[in-house]
Nanobody, 123 residues
Framework: VQLQASGGGLVQAGGSLRLSCAASGRTFSSYTVGWFRQAPGKEREFVAFISWSGGTTRYADSVKGRFTISRDNAKNSVHLQMNSLKPEDTAVYYC?????????????????WGQGTLVTVSS
């Protein structure tokens, strides 16, 4: 599975962005997909994941109620709608795929990673 993240950019606090993760590979629809982010000088951290069917989602407390993850298996894509953005959301955002259908918030449990897209939120 190859992943390509896009949609990052510069936005003012309170604004919105929609990140996309495009995947190649016939088995993408069977993978859990997660979004992670890494701010300068910090470790990569969990943001959200969605199960293969889209029936299960989970969010980090810091983004709950502001971010929404969704997927379209017919188009091999996963999206992260980010609303009410804050300066502390500034980071490089990565999408990742996990063969384990249970889903995980742990970075090392994901098998495939995209290249990342930069989100900058100005105050």
């Amino acid at each position: 599975v190859q992943l390509q993240a896009s949609g990052g950019g510069l936005v003012q606090a309170g604004g919105s962005l929609r990140l996309s993760c495009a995947a190649s590979g016939r088995t993408f629809s069977s993978y859990t997909v997660g979004w992670f982010r890494q701010a300068p000088g910090k470790e990569r951290e969990f943001v959200a994941f969605i199960s293969w069917s889209g029936g299960t989602t989970r969010y980090a407390d810091s983004v709950k109620g502001r971010f929404t993850i969704s997927r379209d298996n017919a188009k091999n894509s996963v999206h992260l709608q980010m609303n009410s953005l804050k300066p502390e959301d500034t980071a490089v955002y990565y999408c990742a795929a996990d063969r384990n259908i249970r889903g995980s918030v742990v970075v090392n449990e994901y098998d495939y990673w995209g290249q990342g897209t930069l989100v900058t939120v100005s105050s």
